[in-house]
């Protein structure tokens, strides 16, 4: 089957979800299929660095819940009808708290980018893992908004002519957005910057010799993917109605390389079956097992090594297309 036409019918099913969930009486299905999605887009935002740049990034979920808090914090400070800094008002308009959850994302990545990108390989690493945590243990320390137990948000925040506390409007929101992500990133690893930063990831000598100057674009690329997983969280923020440090501990971030190793690394749709896999793997055995992650971790194994590029080749596999 076309390519295109595989596409078109499952974003088909993915629009009828709503109808389908209501006419199964399976209703927190809704609630499954978005955080899917939102968790899609953070693992891709990582996996555009780690698969396409060579950048393993074990800090990343810094930026999503950055992106989780921007949407509380504001949450917060328009509940309380107080300023943010002095002089920051607060709002619940999505329209403002989206766009500025991804350019704080972006400014948190610019600098922990600009400093760790001036290593590499296990530093790198351990940079981006300690950056996480110093944040995640600032936003523990700050009661005002919760401290340890994190904000709830209880209204999900507003678009314009449209019901957004419906939990349907919301998931076609979420549903509409990640579309327009992943398009926004395939052109994007398409581009001559793709192309250079998966020139950089594989011999960066050489293209240093050619005149490239790597660092810029490694960081530029690194702000991107911020970018996008500040967009996820705060995403997440308005599904679930509540902002919390965890979002920024170093096991998130390593749910979100799970993600990405078990989607396929370096591909545009593995990050998503990987976090479609991962999240519906886990809702299953939960339900069977308190012992549920010895199961997970069987099965992922099985998976990843018997794969051999994770569930993206294994499709390519049996579909005979290409990646």
């Given at each position: 089957m076309n390519r295109r036409i595989l596409a078109a019918v499952l974003l088909v099913i993915l629009a009828a979800l709503p109808f389908i969930a209501?006419?199964?009486?399976?209703?927190?299905?809704?609630?499954?299929?978005?955080?899917?999605?939102?968790?899609?887009?953070?693992?891709?935002?990582?996996?555009?660095?780690?698969?396409?740049?060579?950048?393993?990034?074990?800090?990343?979920?810094?930026?999503?819940?950055?992106?989780?808090?921007?949407?509380?914090?504001?949450?917060?400070?328009?509940?309380?009808?107080?300023?943010?800094?002095?002089?920051?008002?607060?709002?619940?308009?999505?329209?403002?708290?989206l766009p500025a959850a991804i350019l704080v994302s972006g400014a948190f990545a610019a600098i922990i980018g600009a400093l760790s990108l001036r290593t590499g390989g296990v530093q790198f690493i351990m940079i981006t893992l300690a950056f996480a945590q110093m944040l995640f243990f600032l936003f523990v320390s700050l009661k005002t908004y919760g401290g340890e137990d994190g904000i709830i948000v209880r209204r999900t925040n507003e678009l314009p002519f449209l019901n957004t506390r419906d939990r349907a409007v919301m998931y076609w929101v979420v549903l509409a957005i990640t579309v327009a992500f992943a398009l926004g990133l395939r052109r994007l690893t398409k581009s001559s910057f793709g192309t250079?930063?998966?020139?950089?990831?594989?011999?960066?000598?050489?293209?240093?010799?050619?005149?490239?100057?790597?660092y810029r674009y490694k960081l530029f690329a690194f702000i991107l993917s911020g970018m996008g997983a500040g967009l996820a969280g705060a995403l997440m923020v308005n599904v679930l109605r509540f902002?919390?440090?965890?979002?920024?501990?170093?096991?998130?971030?390593?749910?979100?390389?799970?993600?990405?190793?078990?989607?396929?690394?370096?591909?545009?749709?593995?990050?998503?079956?990987?976090?479609?896999?991962?999240?519906?793997?886990?809702?299953?055995?939960?339900?069977?097992?308190?012992?549920?992650?010895?199961?997970?971790?069987?099965?992922?194994?099985?998976?990843?090594?018997?794969?051999?590029?994770?569930?993206?080749?294994?499709?390519?596999?049996?579909?005979?297309?290409?990646?």
């Open positions: 209501q006419a199964t009486g399976q209703s927190a299905l809704l609630s499954l299929a978005s955080r899917i999605l939102i968790y899609g887009m953070a693992a891709a935002s990582l996996n555009f660095v780690l698969g396409y740049g060579g950048m393993v990034s074990f800090g990343h979920a810094a930026f999503f819940g950055i992106g989780g808090y921007v949407v509380g914090v504001l949450y917060h400070h328009a509940d309380t009808e107080t300023l943010f800094w002095g002089f920051i008002p607060g709002t619940t308009q999505m329209l403002i708290t250079v930063i998966s020139g950089i990831r594989q011999n960066e000598r050489r293209m240093a010799a050619l005149g490239i100057p790597a902002a919390s440090p965890d979002m920024m501990h170093w096991t998130k971030s390593g749910e979100l390389m799970i993600m990405v190793i078990l989607g396929g690394v370096g591909t545009l749709v593995g990050p998503f079956l990987g976090a479609a896999a991962l999240l519906s793997l886990e809702s299953v055995l939960a339900s069977w097992s308190e012992h549920w992650p010895l199961a997970m971790g069987l099965i992922l194994l099985v998976v990843v090594l018997g794969t051999k590029g994770g569930l993206m080749a294994l499709v390519t596999r049996l579909t005979g297309g290409r990646k």
